[in-house]
């Protein structure tokens, strides 16, 4: 599991599919749930004929990253931090990788020299999050659940900048979130990092995996007599049983079809949609103006703005975070729209100045890549119990993992990968009951 020190993704094949091609086992989707769930069976199973089909032209899923030439080092476009990094089971997989972890705290708690979020605010704010948290706590105990947004104080200055931190989190708005579900979340410790890209590590961790790449799976039908159907542009796979791993969205929006249909599980993607949050990343022409990595709220008294990590690992770059209805909004307007946005909201608090310092990198489009079209779920008030019934599986022959069905981990990586290994051990005992 030792990848040259420059992989950037697993090893995959792209060619047709016959519809003699039969396998044990087949995934869809070669995210953090599929290579975890393939890695597993073959471990345990290694006789067992497993095929991963992937849509995307790149294992990995939400965890992606790139090396622009500009800066010559790793930037993560998805997921960028191991959460509950003492606990993480990635902290374990990307050092046996030989993957650099990176220990320095997040430094998402500090506004740098306090520039428009004096000492006296800061402090306010704090106080009126750990009220907020605390009114959760309370009620989560609730037999009625209800938007977290009903447990904001009217009035607060702060809700703003909680609705802003909630798109960051979760992707949408405290109106949107469900308090039972945001109460089962258990991931807490340390937030550290890949410095080597978190997405280098989930496509390290898959290579040598039977993957087929461009290969987006459209129709199951599993109402057949035999071996499940899956139904590709490329040609029909047949399987014994099958992991699906695709995002919610995709299901709810017809990216992938059942046929005898399931309307129970569609029922749980619409109720478990994906939030969006976006990134966009500014190269710095002049980096040694500004700290490694420090922070800034663009606007702490909007739910409209951007957090921004000033030169993470020291490297010429500014990566800016949009949530939520913002993160929707800039995306429908464009890339420029994004780096504009985040000039604007940096130049006001570093001075007209730092614009000639700055250009725009990279823009990230998460909603709109179609074989994800958002970035994690998150549950509506009232669907706290959906994630259970998508991730219960069907006929002892369909199997659903990522990490929408996680039941405390959700929008993780970490989430993600613990889905995989539950819906592969589900597949190795319906495969061999008696072990």
């Known amino acids: 599991m030792n990848p040259p020190p420059g992989h950037d993704r697993a090893p995959g094949r792209r060619r047709d599919l016959s519809t003699s091609e039969t396998a044990d086992v087949a995934i869809v989707g070669a995210g953090a749930a599929g290579l975890a769930a393939a890695r597993r069976l073959s471990e345990r199973r290694p006789e067992l004929r497993i095929r991963v089909l992937e849509a995307a032209e790149r294992t990995g899923g939400r965890a992606h990253t790139i090396v622009p030439p500009a800066i010559g080092a790793p930037l993560d476009l998805g997921c960028g931090w191991l959460h509950g990094a003492e606990s993480n089971p990635w902290l374990p997989i990307a050092e046996a990788l030989g993957l650099r972890v990176d220990r320095t705290p997040a430094p998402w708690d500090v506004q740098y020299r306090d520039l428009g979020f004096p000492p006296e605010d800061q402090t306010a704010y704090a106080a009126a999050a750990e009220a907020f948290a605390a009114r959760q706590a309370a009620a989560a105990r609730d037999p009625v659940d209800r938007p977290l947004a009903a447990l904001l ?148 008294r909007s739910a409209r703005t951007g957090a921004y990590h000033l030169r993470p690992f020291g490297r010429p770059v500014i990566e800016g975070y949009f949530g939520g209805a913002l993160a929707r909004d800039l995306e429908r307007a464009g890339d420029a729209a994004a780096a504009a946005f985040a000039l604007d909201e940096l130049a006001g608090l570093l001075g007209a100045a730092f614009r000639r310092r700055a250009s725009g990198l990279t823009v990230t489009r998460w909603g709109r890549d179609p074989s994800v079209r958002g970035s994690y779920a998150y549950a509506r008030p009232g669907a706290a119990g959906q994630r259970a019934i998508l991730a219960t599986p069907v006929e002892g022959r369909l199997f659903f993992a990522g990490e929408a069905t996680s039941p405390d981990a959700f929008t993780t990586v970490r989430g993600a990968y613990e889905s995989g290994l539950r819906a592969a051990d589900e597949v190795l005992s319906a495969l061999d009951p008696a072990r």
């Open 153 to 300: 104080e009217p009035g607060n200055p702060w809700n703003p900048l909680l609705d802003a931190v909630s798109g960051y989190v979760s992707g949408a708005e405290l109106a949107d979130l469900s308090l039972h579900d945001s109460a089962r979340y258990r991931v807490h410790g340390s937030d550290w990092r890949v410095a080597d890209g978190y997405g280098r590590a989930v496509a390290a961790y898959g290579a040598g995996l039977p993957v087929t790449l461009g290969t987006p799976v459209t129709r199951i039908d599993h109402g057949v007599a035999g071996p499940v159907r899956l139904e590709t542009p490329r040609g029909t796979l047949q399987a014994g049983a099958v992991i699906v791993t695709v995002s919610t969205n995709v299901l709810a929006e017809g990216g992938l079809r059942f046929a005898p249909a399931l309307p129970d599980k569609i029922a749980a993607a619409q109720d478990l949609p994906l939030g969006l949050a976006n990134k966009v990343f500014l190269h710095l022409a002049a980096p040694e103006a500004l700290p490694a990595d420090g922070h800034l709220i663009g606007n702490p």
